[in-house]
């Protein structure tokens, strides 16, 4: 059950929309439901001899405007407070009685009429249709003193969520006030008449969070939205520094012709310019110095190196969601950019699940803890990478990776929906979920050619050599206290470890890690995961076609490897940086 509450000054030209034909002919047997006395003349249904409803309207206008007129100067400006209800589709259809009760119990929690208060406000519920009531009360007491209604918004929230529960309804989300506006029915309407899929007010949104994502800068960011094809128009104080922005959809114009701006902060709270230039202000790191950069090779293509750096990036902001408030905070934030660049740059298949990701996550990213101190430079470095190097292939490397990294996003949503809950944050933890299911729907498109050619590698594998390894993962993943290898395929995660000890690693110790670097309480498919992250910590190719990295040492996974003269020798002593243990960061759930 939605309420939406607005303010207005005229009660005339509200009732005469609420029992008109509405704007489309949608309004079908206008009626009162309630009133404050239960005695309210209607419009709708006059049964008086010889009934003009223009006069009864009139009437009923009058009866709500009483206490104003007397109230004179006294009475706010705004005197109407217009509250629409609304069901949710899945519901039931209320009565009349039932929506009746509703309305009372709104108009009483918001403090317009209080029950058994004699002087309380004027008001009347109206019904237009099976699934919404309009509330309409005017704002002056009978003591002619003005309501006294702080909070009535998150108030009458707090009523339905009541009201939910005692009805059998859909029992919904409570807000906290961070959400983004929603668009207007005149918005909504214009959309559709002009043959838009959504709002404009809707679009500018996407187009504002995919322009800042990874941006290094000011100047970038404003670039980017002109790229975009934006209308930008900045604000500058007499010193020439910029105080806002306001963005336009060419062709979005007023009855006037002119070119309809929205602000940022009108676009979503964390949109505004001080907010955007807070997050800029930290910039992105000048070279990405993780272990997962320095894996890159020069043979893949910029955007599997790109989408490789980024997994590695997300393992660790999935361990800092354990952490304190505010790091877990900017690292939401961050995660937001990072699904705002991979969506901007997937491939085709996987486009439509990646962009509505990227949108459902986009509420999660926005709650009350403040994340204003912590460093993101490195998830927001991954996320520039990723727009640099520009749109990735469906198939190859590029779709392996692409992969790997929706793989790890997966459970970072899924991590982000932990922490929400456990902190209240209702609407940004079913925000998270849905995400994640957003996200194994592109994996499940991303994954399949890789994922096969993979298991037939391993279907290839000599008898002797899978029985091996399939030892080596019945002894490993039990040990570990993971049980559902056994529901899935294990060839795909054999062919990865025949590949890892041919390039020189321990088969036995490299799935150990791979194990102990994250839960995977919460994957869908164990084998799946554990085939990702062992090819990212092995410098596997993502797609069993491409040619594999030699081996390195210094890493604790290396073998010793025979040499010409048929002894065994140690591997070289040339490092790289090792990857840090999450095991330092967080306990394992």
Same mark, same amino acid.
Request: net charge positive; with cysteine; glycine share 8%.
């Given at each position: ?12 030209? %509200? ?90 119990? %709104? ?43 702080? =909070? ?148 893949? /293509? ?43 740059? /997937? ?73 929400? /809950? ?46 091996? =390894? ?120």
């Amino acid at each position: 059950m939605v309420p939406k509450i607005r303010r207005g000054s005229r009660t005339h030209g %509200l009732l005469v929309y609420l029992y008109g034909p509405g704007k489309r002919d949608e309004h079908a047997d206008p009626h009162l439901v309630g009133s404050w006395d239960g005695f309210a003349p209607d419009p709708g249904r006059d049964t008086s001899p010889d009934p003009d409803p223009k006069v009864t309207l009139a009437r009923l206008a009058a009866a709500l405007d009483l206490r104003v007129k007397q109230a004179g100067t006294k009475a706010p400006a705004e005197h109407v407070w217009h509250c629409s209800v609304r069901t949710d589709p899945g519901d039931r259809n209320l009565t009349d009685a039932e929506w009746g009760t509703v309305a009372r119990r %709104l108009v009483q929690a918001v403090n317009l009429a209080p029950d058994g208060d004699p002087d309380g406000c004027r008001w009347v519920a109206v019904r237009h249709a099976d699934d919404h009531i309009h509330i309409l009360a005017t704002m002056v007491r009978g003591d002619l003193r003005r309501p006294r209604m702080n =909070y009535d918004f998150k108030k009458a929230q707090a009523e339905c969520r009541r009201i939910e529960q005692e009805m059998g309804l859909r029992k919904l989300k409570p807000g906290d006030g961070t959400g983004a506006k929603t668009p207007t029915s005149a918005e909504r309407f214009k959309a559709e008449r002009t043959g838009r899929p959504e709002t404009p007010r809707e679009t500018l949104r996407e187009a504002v969070r995919q322009a800042v994502a990874g941006a290094a800068g000011e100047p970038e960011f404003f670039t980017r939205l002109r790229e975009a094809g934006l209308r930008v128009k900045l604000r500058h104080a007499p010193s020439g520094d910029i105080l806002g922005y306001t963005v336009a959809l060419p062709g979005d114009r007023n009855r006037d012709r002119e070119p309809v701006w929205f602000a940022g902060s009108t676009l979503a709270p964390d949109l505004s310019y001080p907010k955007i230039q807070r997050r800029l202000a930290h910039g992105t790191a000048d070279a990405v110095t993780t272990a997962e950069a320095a894996s890159g090779r020069s043979d893949w /293509s910029p955007p599997a190196r790109g989408r490789r750096t980024a997994t590695g990036i997300a393992e660790r902001a999935a361990i800092l969601l354990d952490s304190n408030d505010e790091d877990a905070a900017a690292q939401l934030v961050g995660v937001g950019e990072l699904l705002d660049a991979v969506a901007q740059t /997937s491939p085709a298949a996987t486009r439509a699940e990646l962009g509505a990701a990227a949108r459902s996550f986009e509420r999660a990213t926005r709650s009350h803890v403040r994340a204003e101190r912590a460093d993101t430079r490195s998830i927001r470095s991954a996320a520039r990478g990723i727009i640099q190097a520009g749109g990735a292939l469906g198939r190859g490397e590029d779709g392996g990776t692409t992969a790997m990294l929706v793989s790890t996003l997966v459970l970072v949503a899924l991590a982000a929906a932990r922490w929400h /809950s456990a902190r209240g944050h209702a609407q940004q933890a079913e925000a998270s979920r849905q995400t994640a299911e957003h996200l194994r729907a592109a994996y499940r498109q991303a994954a399949t050619a890789p994922m096969q050619a993979l298991r037939d590698h391993g279907r290839a594998l000599p008898e002797s050599e899978r029985r091996t =390894y399939e030892t080596t993962i019945r002894a490993v993943l039990p040990a570990s206290g993971i049980r559902a290898y056994a529901e899935t395929n294990t060839d795909a995660l054999a062919a990865t470890l025949a590949q890892a000890e041919q390039a020189g690693h321990d088969p036995k110790v490299l799935l150990q890690e791979a194990i102990e670097m994250r839960e995977l309480d919460t994957a869908e498919d164990v084998n799946d995961v554990l085939v990702w992250r062992l090819r990212r910590l092995a410098q596997l190719p993502a797609h069993p076609g491409e040619a594999a990295r030699p081996p390195q040492a210094g890493t604790g996974r290396t073998k010793p490897t025979p040499n010409r003269t048929g002894t065994r020798t140690a591997p070289p002593t040339t490092t790289r940086p090792a990857a840090p243990d999450p095991r330092n960061h967080a306990p394992r759930r």
